[in-house]
C-alpha cells in the first residue's frame, strides 16, 4: 500500500471512530443519564462547576440527569462542532466520494478531509478567541 492509502485509511477509521464516539454520547443524552466527559463533549462546556450549575448535581455514580432538550439548548459551537453527527457523516461521505470517483482517490479524500478539518477547527478556535460563552440558542 502507497502512503497515501494508509492515511486514506486511517482517516477512515478515524471518522467512523467519532460517529461511534458521538453516537454514545448521544445515547446517553436520550436516555437521559450522562457522565462529566460525555456531557463536556456534547455541550462544550470544559468547568465542571458551569455544568454542575446548568444541570444540577450528579448522582452518586457520577451521572448527570438531562433531557434532550437541555442538553441542545445549553450547547456552545465547540460542543456542536466536537460531537455533530451530521459533521461527522459528511466527513465519512467525503472520504466515500473521493474514493470511487476519483483517479487518486487516496489523495483527494485527503484534501478533502484536511480542508474540512481546517474550517472546523478554524471555527472552533474563532470561537475560543472571542470568547463565546453564551449556548446556540437560547
Same mark, same amino acid.
Given at each position: 500500500?502507497?502512503?497515501?492509502?494508509?492515511?486514506?485509511?486511517?482517516?477512515?477509521?478515524?471518522?467512523?471512530?467519532?460517529?461511534?464516539?458521538?453516537?454514545?454520547?448521544?445515547?446517553?443524552?436520550?436516555?437521559?443519564?450522562?457522565?462529566?466527559?460525555?456531557?463536556?463533549?456534547?455541550?462544550?462546556?470544559?468547568?465542571?462547576?458551569?455544568?454542575?450549575?446548568?444541570?444540577?448535581?450528579?448522582?452518586?455514580?457520577?451521572?448527570?440527569?438531562?433531557?434532550?432538550?437541555?442538553?441542545?439548548?445549553?450547547?456552545?459551537?465547540?460542543?456542536?462542532?466536537?460531537?455533530?453527527?451530521?459533521?461527522?457523516?459528511?466527513?465519512?461521505?467525503?472520504?466515500?466520494?473521493?474514493?470511487? =470517483?476519483?483517479?487518486?482517490?487516496?489523495?483527494?479524500?485527503?484534501?478533502?478531509?484536511?480542508?474540512? =478539518?481546517?474550517?472546523?477547527?478554524?471555527?472552533?478556535?474563532?470561537?475560543?478567541?472571542?470568547?463565546?460563552?453564551?449556548?446556540?440558542?437560547?
Amino acid at each position: 500500500m502507497g502512503a497515501f492509502t494508509n492515511v486514506y485509511l486511517l482517516l477512515l477509521l478515524f471518522y467512523v471512530g467519532a460517529v461511534f464516539a458521538s453516537g454514545r454520547c448521544w445515547l446517553g443524552v436520550w436516555r437521559g443519564s450522562i457522565r462529566f466527559a460525555q456531557l463536556r463533549d456534547v455541550t462544550g462546556i470544559a468547568d465542571r462547576a458551569a455544568l454542575r450549575r446548568l444541570f444540577g448535581l450528579t448522582s452518586r455514580e457520577g451521572f448527570f440527569r438531562v433531557t434532550i432538550a437541555e442538553v441542545v439548548r445549553r450547547r456552545r459551537l465547540a460542543g456542536a462542532i466536537l460531537t455533530d453527527l451530521p459533521v461527522h457523516c459528511l466527513f465519512l461521505l467525503a472520504l466515500a466520494w473521493a474514493a470511487m =470517483h476519483a483517479a487518486e482517490p487516496a489523495a483527494l479524500a485527503i484534501a478533502c478531509a484536511a480542508s474540512a =478539518h481546517a474550517i472546523v477547527l478554524g471555527t472552533a478556535a474563532a470561537s475560543i478567541l472571542v470568547g463565546r460563552s453564551q449556548a446556540l440558542t437560547d
